[in-house]
T-cell receptor, first 113, second 116 residues
Framework: DAGVIQSPRHEVTEMGQEVTLRCKPI?????LFWYRQTMMRGLELLIY????????DSGMPEDRFSAKMPNASFSTLKIQPSEPRDSAVYFC???????????FGPGTRLLVL | AQTVTQSQPEMSVQEAETVTLSCTYD???????LFWYKQPPSRQMILVIR??????QNATENRFSVNFQKAAKSFSLKISDSQLGDAAMYFC?????????????FGEGTQLTVNP
């Protein structure tokens, strides 16, 4: 099993630009989570999906952030426009419905200049 | 709301020795799960061990074991025969058992250094 796949692994962009982060969950996992990790706030959940439907997006910081899951094997997290305070490591994780362990991807390190 | 606290920002251990990382949590639920994740410099989050609250027996995975004290809401991680590759940030995490797929709540993390 390839595990959770995220792309890109690193992203450097300028303030105001649109950023799209991508995630492919483990096949058969019907839950997908987006987390953000910063020094100031630690690890925090942004949003999660069940069967491609957003269940809890209360962690999404503001309207500049949006997430989609068009099918069971793909999700995106978009930031538009990006700001320097969005600089963080963004993790995607997935879990099968009957199992309660979340498996994390390698993360995307985002730097907004 | 559930909270997870790791009171040790940094710990160090000599190679081949044993170290224990502390974690406490606060919850009013009776059904939940606890996890230890390891984050090496590569920043990937790697599951180390998990514990179901309904199980009295402490979980063990090779050199890693936990001391789960439900009444005290304590969940410490013991690493035996420490190896250089164990050096990482360790996060304790809580997950409600109410619905599958609910969010993980993480502690602040403990940075473990292994000295040769």
């Amino acid at each position: 099993d390839a595990g959770v796949i995220q792309s890109p692994r690193h992203e450097v962009t300028e303030m105001g630009q649109e950023v799209t982060l991508r995630c492919k969950p483990i096949s058969g996992h019907d839950y997908l989570f987006w987390y953000r990790q910063t020094m100031m706030r630690g690890l925090e959940l942004l949003i999660y999906f069940n069967n491609n439907v957003p269940i809890d997006d209360s962690g999404m910081p503001e309207d500049r952030f949006s997430a989609k899951m068009p099918n069971a094997s793909f999700s995106t997290l978009k930031i538009q426009p990006s700001e320097p305070r969005d600089s963080a490591v963004y993790f995607c994780a997935s879990t099968p419905g009957a199992e309660r362990t979340q498996y994390f991807g390698p993360g995307t390190r985002l730097l907004v200049l | 709301a559930q909270t997870v606290t790791q009171s040790q920002p940094e710990m160090s251990v000599q190679e081949a020795e044993t170290v224990t990382l502390s974690c406490t949590y606060d919850t009013s639920e009776s059904d939940y799960y606890l996890f230890w994740y390891k984050q090496p410099p590569s920043r990937q989050m790697i599951l180390v061990i998990r514990q179901e609250a309904y199980k009295q027996q402490n979980a063990t995975e090779n050199r890693f074991s936990v001391n789960f004290q439900k009444a005290a809401k304590s969940f410490s991680l013991k690493i035996s025969d420490s190896q250089l590759g164990d050096a990482a940030m360790y996060f304790c995490a809580y997950r409600s058992g109410k619905t599958s797929g609910s969010r993980l709540t993480f502690g602040e993390g403990t940075q473990l250094t292994v000295n040769p």
